[in-house]
C-alpha cells in the first residue's frame, strides 16, 4: 500500500513562492510515477505536473508551465513543487499522487494524499 503525506502549503501574496513536499511510505518509490493535482472550490480536480521514475521527464499542465517545478527525490522518498509567481487562480487544495504507470494524457494516479492548502491573495 502507498501512503502520501503532503506538506508546505500557507497563504502567500500573488507574484511570491511555495513549495510542497509530499513523503511516501512505499518501499519501492522509485518504481512510481508521481504528480500533483489540485481542486479549487466548485471546480473538478485537475491535473498539476507529473515526473517520471527516475525523474529524467516532467510534465505540466498549460497553466503552471514556467512557473511550477516538479522534483523528486528516491533516496528520501519524496516529491517536491516549487512554485513560483503564483497567481490569485492557483488557490486550491494541492494534492500528490502516485501510480505504477504515467499515461500519455488524461492520467489518473491510484494513490492520493490528503491535500495541502494554498492561498494566494491578490
Known amino acids: 500500500q502507498v501512503q502520501l503525506v503532503e506538506s508546505g502549503g500557507g497563504l502567500v501574496q500573488a507574484g511570491g513562492s511555495l513549495r510542497l513536499s509530499c513523503a511516501a511510505s512505499v518501499r519501492t518509490f522509485s518504481e512510481y510515477a508521481m504528480g500533483w493535482f489540485r481542486q479549487a472550490p466548485g471546480k473538478e480536480r485537475e491535473f498539476v505536473a507529473a515526473?517520471?521514475?527516475?525523474?529524467?521527464?516532467?510534465y505540466y499542465a498549460d497553466s503552471v508551465k514556467g512557473r511550477f517545478t516538479i522534483s523528486r527525490d528516491n533516496a528520501k522518498n519524496t516529491v517536491a513543487l516549487q512554485m513560483n509567481s503564483l497567481k490569485p487562480e492557483d488557490t486550491a487544495v494541492y494534492y500528490c499522487a502516485a501510480d505504477p504507470r504515467l499515461s500519455s494524457s488524461n492520467w489518473w494516479p491510484g494513490y492520493w494524499g490528503q491535500g495541502t492548502q494554498v492561498t494566494v491573495s491578490s
Open positions: 515526473i517520471t521514475w527516475t525523474g529524467r521527464n516532467a
